[in-house]
């Protein structure tokens, strides 16, 4: 059986060079993110995707894991090597420390890319050249503007830009507007390549509904880290004012948030349900099955999960910031950020108007099919890697 495995890998490999693909195998490391299999975030189900779908192309991905978030590692996933290290697991640290041991440990893996995630390591980043080592950086968005950070953190995170637009040999930008703000900024070049989105069938695995007590087409979802900018309070509040029996599921969670979470989840409107942070088959059956996706966010970049409700075909209402704007276009509908008023308007008319929700869901779904698709993102990141090792 692992003759023939190996023997199908080799072909899918030949006709990948044939058709155009990778010209040399690479080595890659994957550093910033929690790790793989993703069970927090954006930036993990990105590295997620890309380093398996390089691995499917016969590269060597190794992705760095946080213990505490991996208490019982895993060496190997779907062919990507895992590499665990420990952190010191408070909300200053935690993200620092894994990436200053992430990048010791890379010196001595001899890898021909080191791939950051997060602005917030870029400290660490000029590290694995002096093994020479081609550097790339996915900044993410602009998190300074968080309002969970004090001035020091604030401070942090700025410095932390200005080198990220130094040490690199390249950033890629998955939003037009982060890679502006970097060209303005610092003249600081970036390529642009999009977060890529699965796409899923409608109504998939409507059996695993049942837990939540919803029915398909029948409530409104949010899913997003449970913190203030992400504004998981303002959607509460402008559904507690939405005349409809469907339900509101607030799908997520987030360290260091208790207190929080705690206000949020006190609302005595039973519409309302918190299932906690939910992955895999769960999360993509909540996806497909929803009436409406709703996104509050006010700070950061490209958020995954509207990219992911519309690949599953959802009519999305967001908040109208720039990153929002630009990952939906004409494929959703907006309201004005941090406005629950305009959110619960917004809200009702689309409880009062399924043919427009209809309507909405198959632009959201064209748009997604055609400039947020997982294969043409690794091709781009593939791309980007080696033209830096063969220049």
């Known amino acids: 059986m692992a003759a023939i495995q190996q023997l199908l890998l080799l072909s899918t490999l030949g006709a990948w060079r044939l058709l155009g693909g990778f010209t040399s195998v690479m080595r890659i490391a ?156 610092f003249g600081c070049p970036s390529d642009y390549a999009a977060y890529g989105a699965d796409i899923v069938e409608r109504g998939t695995d409507r059996e695993l509904l049942a837990e939540f007590g919803v029915e398909p087409e029948r409530y409104f979802l949010f899913v997003s880290r449970l913190e203030p900018e992400n504004n998981a309070h303002l959607v509460v509040e402008a559904f507690e004012h939405v005349k409809t029996d469907m339900n509101l599921l607030m799908v997520g969670s987030a360290p260091f948030a208790d207190d929080y979470i705690r206000k949020l989840t006190n609302t005595s409107d039973k519409r309302i349900i918190f299932p906690g942070a939910l992955y895999g088959e769960t999360y993509r059956a909540l996806q497909a099955n929803a009436y409406v996706y709703v996104n509050a966010m006010e700070v950061g970049g490209t958020h995954p999960a509207i990219l992911e409700a519309m690949g599953a075909g959802n009519c999305v209402l967001v908040s109208d910031i720039a990153y929002n704007v630009e990952a939906v276009a004409e494929a959703g509908v907006q309201f004005r950020s941090k406005d629950a008023e305009d959110c619960r308007k917004k809200m009702q008319w689309l409880a009062d108007n399924p043919g427009e929700v209809s309507r909405f869901r198959a632009r959201a779904a064209e748009r997604a099919q055609t400039q947020f698709n997982w294969d043409d993102v690794v091709s781009q990141y593939e791309k980007i890697f080696e033209r830096l090792i063969t220049t």
């Open 30 to 185: 994957v550093l910033g993110t929690r790790g793989i299999p993703a069970n927090y975030g954006g930036f993990e189900t990105f590295a997620q995707e890309l380093s398996v779908r390089l691995v499917q192309r016969g590269h060597h991905v190794t992705v760095y894991c946080r213990r505490a978030n991996y208490p019982e590692p895993l060496e190997e996933y779907r062919g990507v090597q895992l590499v665990t290290l420990p952190t010191i697991h408070t909300k200053s640290l935690d993200t620092l420390s894994h990436a200053f041991l992430s990048s010791l440990h890379v010196l001595g893996r001899g890898v021909d890319i080191a791939l950051y995630c997060n602005s917030a390591t870029s400290c660490f980043a000029w590290l694995p050249r002096l093994r020479g080592a081609k550097v790339v950086m996915n900044p993410d968005g602009l998190e300074w503007e968080r309002a969970k950070w004090g001035w020091a953190g604030k401070a942090f995170y700025k410095l932390s830009e200005h080198l990220a637009a130094r040490f690199p040999h390249r950033l890629v930008s998955d939003s037009h507007v982060i890679q502006e703000y970097y060209q303005e900024k």
